[in-house]
């Protein structure tokens, strides 16, 4: 039985499915699941993330928790943890980056939240020789110091959409229509979670919820707020969700997400504002909100491009230059994509968070 047969036994058993029922069979059902049963990067896969882009991000990152690190007391005992870590390159380049800060990988302990057994098979080779732990939950972190990096890991936990009608939402289902996959409406219903964006909505607006995320930041941010460390969370999106983003990505291509279930990668924009009340609730400060192109740049991304271009030429060269300006510009990544970091109160940001 294929994916899209699964779907619509399920959708004629149950009714139409939510964006996150989708979501979550499609990308992760055992044996069909898009991240179950592939190695998704690179030129040869459907996305390329900025670590497969260039060194120089890993690089940064490392060095902003190393001087985390040193300024809370440099602790003997913490976990450098990264969730979703893909084929292990931005941890490869934080290890690499942070092997002249002295202690720091003694006391490390190197966690990687990973659930595709293709890509964890993967970071273990690339990673060969530092002994990563591999966890299935945030819930499995150490009680200990946590210095953590989840760089387009939010963007594919599971959303759901809800349509503004008059004073109220309909939720976005996807049902079935002979042998296809289509859209459609739920009824009209209060929705509690919705009840704030009466005010800056109109009929017809589309706003997404993603609950998954709530639970998962809220681990961390305790985890911090209790034992101190830091956390850097990168993605697509922005402060409130506004919109429909929910999307489908095949051979670096936008696709219908409805057409091939299993066959592409499925994410939606990260809505930031929940993700920095849940820490503040749990106790953890957060950083405002910096678009990626300004964090790089405060840590000094512009001089690293410049020393790394001066041992090049030819294409290498104008290759190092592209992947600078796809990183940091503001057409590029440079807006789109925005960097929220979480440390302990009263501690510092992390370097390139300052306010």
């Known amino acids: 039985m294929s994916l899209q047969d699964h779907l619509l036994a399920r959708i004629a058993q ?3 499915m939510s964006v996150a029922d989708f979501m979550t069979d499609c990308l992760l059902h055992p044996t069909h699941g898009y991240y179950t049963t592939r190695d998704p990067l690179g030129t040869q896969g459907d996305f390329i993330t900025a670590p497969e882009i260039s060194q120089m ?23 450098l943890a990264e969730l979703g870590p893909g084929r292990g390159t931005l941890m490869a380049d934080i290890l690499r980056a942070t092997s002249r800060v002295p202690g720091f990988h003694v006391a490390a302990e190197i966690v990687l939240l990973e659930v595709s057994p293709t890509l964890r ?3 273990a080779q690339t990673l060969k020789g530092y002994d ?6 945030v819930a499995d972190l150490p009680e200990a110091p946590l210095f953590l ?5 939010f963007d594919a936990l599971p959303i759901r959409q809800f349509q503004r009608t008059g004073n109220g939402w309909r939720e976005r289902l996807i049902g079935a229509a002979g042998n296809a996959l289509i859209w459609g409406l ?3 219903a209060e929705q509690v979670a919705l009840k704030d964006r009466l005010d800056d909505t109109k009929d017809g607006d589309v706003v997404e919820l993603c609950a998954a995320a709530i639970p998962i930041i809220t681990v ?4 911090i707020a209790t034992h101190g460390g830091a956390g850097v969370i990168v993605d697509y999106g922005d402060w409130h969700s506004q919109g429909d983003t929910f999307q489908a990505l095949r051979a670096h291509e936008r696709a219908d997400p409805l057409a091939v279930p ?12 929940p993700l920095a009340l849940a820490t503040r609730a749990a106790g953890c400060a957060h950083s405002r909100l910096t678009p990626q192109g300004v964090f790089l740049e405060r840590l000094g991304i512009t001089t690293r491009a410049q020393t790394l271009s001066a041992q090049l030429d030819g294409s290498k060269r104008d290759d190092l230059i592209a992947a600078h300006r796809r990183l940091t510009h503001p057409e590029e990544m440079g807006n789109l994509f925005k960097v929220l970091g979480l440390y302990p109160s009263p501690s510092s940001p992390p370097p390139g968070l300052e306010p």
């Open 132 to 137: 990563p732990r591999w966890i299935d939950s």
């Open 149 to 153: 990096i989840a760089n387009e890991f």
């Open 121 to 123: 098979s993967i970071q």
């Open 262 to 273: 299993g066959q592409a990668d499925l994410t939606a924009h990260v809505d930031f504002e």
């Open 220 to 223: 961390i941010a305790g985890r």
């Open 57 to 79: 991000f890993g690089e940064l990152i490392g060095l902003s928790l190393a001087q985390s690190w040193l300024d809370q007391g440099h602790p003997p005992n913490f976990v």
């Open 186 to 188: 739920g009824p009209l």
């Open 14 to 16: 149950d009714g139409p």
